[in-house]
C-alpha cells in the first residue's frame, strides 16, 4: 500500500512538470509562422503618387544634340550597352556620364510605404521614342511585381 501512495504523487508531479515544456515546445513551433505580419501591397494611390513622381526630359547637353539630329544616336548606344538589363540598368542612371549629361531622370525613391520595395529599369525605344520601361517590386514579398510602366522622352 505505500508503494502505490508514493507512485501517485511521483505520476502527478511528473506529468504537471512535462505539461509545461510540451506547451513551450508547441509555442515556439507556431510562433515562426502566425506571429509575422503580412506584408500589404501598394494601393492605388500609392502607385499614382509612384508614377507622378517620374520625370524624364533632356538637359541643355542633350537638347542641342537633338537638334544636330545625334539624339537617336547616342539613345540606341545607351540602349545596347551590356550594363542595359533588369538588374543593371541603374548603373546607366545612375552613374553613366553620357546619361547623365544628356538626361534628367527623376523617380520616387519607394520609401515611406510599410514595406521594402525596389525597380528594375530597362531603357528601351517606344515607337521611335526613348523610353525607359520599369517594374516595381515588393522585397518583402520575394520581389513580387506590384506595377509595369514606361516613362517616354518628354521632347519639346
Not at 513551450?24 to 501598394?42: A, D, M
Not at 545607351?78 to 538626361?103: A, C, G, P
Not at 510605404?113 to 517590386?137: E, R
Request: hydrophobic share 35%; net charge positive.
Amino acid at each position: 500500500m505505500s508503494k502505490k501512495k508514493l507512485l501517485l504523487p511521483i505520476l502527478a508531479t511528473t506529468t504537471i512538470s512535462i505539461l509545461p515544456i510540451v506547451a513551450i515546445s508547441c509555442e515556439n513551433g507556431n510562433s515562426g509562422t502566425s506571429n509575422k505580419p503580412k506584408v500589404q501591397l501598394l494601393t492605388s494611390s500609392q502607385i499614382q503618387e509612384i508614377v507622378d513622381k517620374f520625370e524624364f526630359k533632356l538637359t541643355k547637353k542633350g537638347s542641342d544634340l537633338e537638334t544636330e539630329n545625334k539624339l537617336n544616336e547616342l539613345w540606341e548606344k545607351l540602349v545596347r550597352n551590356k550594363d542595359n538589363t533588369k538588374s543593371n540598368s541603374q548603373i546607366i542612371i545612375n552613374w553613366n556620364s553620357e546619361f547623365k549629361d544628356n538626361f534628367i531622370f527623376n523617380f520616387h525613391k519607394l520609401n515611406g510605404f510599410g514595406s521594402s520595395h525596389k525597380y528594375t529599369f530597362k531603357l528601351i525605344w517606344d515607337n521611335q521614342t526613348p523610353a525607359i520601361s520599369y517594374q516595381i517590386l515588393c522585397v518583402d514579398r520575394n520581389n513580387e511585381l506590384e506595377y509595369q510602366g514606361m516613362v517616354k522622352l518628354e521632347i519639346q
